[in-house]
């Protein structure tokens, strides 16, 4: 038993005089493979946004709105074909001051965006091979055919995606499984090892007698893969003039001065795990590639 389909069908959007609040409200139809498949089989299927989630539309992202409810019923009594109803409402933040409407271990994770600018090595030209892979890209090197040592640096821009939630429980090892870790696999439509994950803050609180953990996550998407790239080269004694010099090495382990010989050594050097249990952010981890 299980969802065998899922179409889009209507979507539609509505602007209110109270506070400039906003909604939409978009409708799916849903096949399932048995009569006998649950409401709650409909709606968490990973095809249909789930509450929280932010507005994805076909013209528009929303972060400021959120799913706040789902609805499923039959279509003209048919068991296997259903109407999934998602609505979305503006979501407002919390005063500190006042009560929690909510308890923290059911409020909406929230997201934000930051930009890091890093220093990385120039090992070659980049623009030369396709992005991600350095097949086929030409070493910076000088005149003489000589890689620099230190290599010559650029400037990066990366993005990093901040993620605020809250839970009832803290791990001991979550500090540490939690940092310096990559995606192992392909995660929210992103190639494995391009998200590189650290838990940057943990607050205790306490709400109504009750206590809870407030998480600070980060996500870095880095699309040449959080692996590291070397240039493959030494000083070795020059067979013209055995003076000790620097020279490439190709990828038999032999010394040249052709650039297009050069040969990239790719070290994976974090931990890596599988990110499918970060069910809460998928959804905004795809918009870290578009960027």
Same mark, same amino acid.
């Given at each position: 038993?299980?969802v065998?389909? $899922?179409?889009?069908?209507?979507a539609?959007?509505?602007?209110?005089?109270?506070?400039?609040?906003?909604g /939409?409200?978009?409708?799916?139809i849903v096949?399932?493979?048995?009569k006998?498949?649950?409401? !709650?089989?409909i709606l968490?299927?990973?095809?249909?946004?789930?509450?929280g989630? =932010?507005?994805?539309g076909n013209?528009?992202?929303?972060?400021?709105?959120?799913?706040?409810?789902? !609805?499923?019923r039959? &279509?003209g009594?048919?068991?296997?074909?259903? /109407?999934?109803?998602?609505q979305? =409402? !503006?979501?407002?933040?919390?005063?500190?001051s006042?009560?929690?409407?909510?308890?923290p271990s059911?409020?909406i994770?929230?997201?934000?965006w930051?930009?890091?600018r $890093?220093?990385?090595?120039?090992?070659g030209?980049?623009?030369?091979?396709?992005p991600?892979?350095l097949?086929?890209?030409k070493?910076?090197t000088?005149?003489?055919?000589?890689?620099f040592s230190?290599?010559?640096?650029y400037?990066?821009?990366?993005?990093v995606l901040q993620?605020?939630?809250?839970?009832?429980?803290l791990?001991?090892a979550?500090? =540490?499984?939690?940092t310096?870790?990559?995606?192992?696999?392909?995660?929210?439509?992103?190639?494995?090892?391009?998200?590189?994950l650290?838990i940057?803050?943990?607050?205790?609180?306490?709400?109504?007698g009750r206590r /809870?953990?407030?998480?600070? @996550?980060?996500?870095? @998407?880095?699309?040449r893969?959080?692996?590291?790239y070397?240039?493959d @080269?030494? @000083?070795?004694?020059?067979?013209?003039?055995?003076? &000790?010099?620097?020279?490439l &090495?190709d990828s038999g382990g032999?010394?040249?001065?052709e650039?297009?010989?050069?040969?990239y050594l790719?070290?994976?050097?974090?931990?890596e795990a599988d990110?499918?249990?970060?069910?809460?952010?998928d959804? /905004?981890?795809?918009?870290?590639g578009?960027?």
């Open positions: 038993m299980a065998t389909s $899922v179409r889009q069908l209507t539609r959007g509505g602007a209110f005089q109270e506070r400039n609040a906003r /939409y409200q978009i409708r799916y096949e399932t493979s048995s006998l498949d649950s409401v !709650n089989t968490t299927d990973a095809r249909l946004p789930q509450v989630d =932010a507005y994805f013209d528009r992202f929303d972060f400021g709105v959120r799913v706040v409810r789902q !609805n499923a039959h &279509i009594g048919d068991p296997k074909l259903w /109407y999934v109803d998602i979305y =409402a !503006n979501v407002q933040e919390e005063d500190p006042e009560p929690w409407e909510v308890q059911d409020r994770p929230r997201i934000s930051r930009f890091d $890093v220093m990385l090595p120039v090992w030209d980049f623009n030369d091979g396709a991600g892979d097949d086929g890209d070493p910076m000088n005149s003489k055919g000589q890689p230190p290599p010559i640096q400037e990066v821009t990366m993005p993620v605020r939630a809250w839970d009832t429980n791990r001991t979550e500090l =540490a499984d939690n310096d870790v990559v995606n192992s696999t392909t995660y929210g439509g992103l190639p494995d090892r391009t998200l590189k650290n940057t803050g943990v607050e205790e609180i306490f709400v109504e /809870y953990w407030e998480k600070h @996550y980060e996500l870095a @998407y880095n699309r893969t959080w692996d590291r070397v240039l @080269y030494g @000083y070795f004694p020059d067979p013209a003039t055995g003076d &000790i010099r620097l020279f &090495i032999n010394i040249t001065t650039t297009t010989n050069a040969n790719q070290k994976r050097v974090y931990r990110f499918s249990t970060f069910r809460f952010i959804r /905004y981890v795809t918009l870290l578009a960027i």
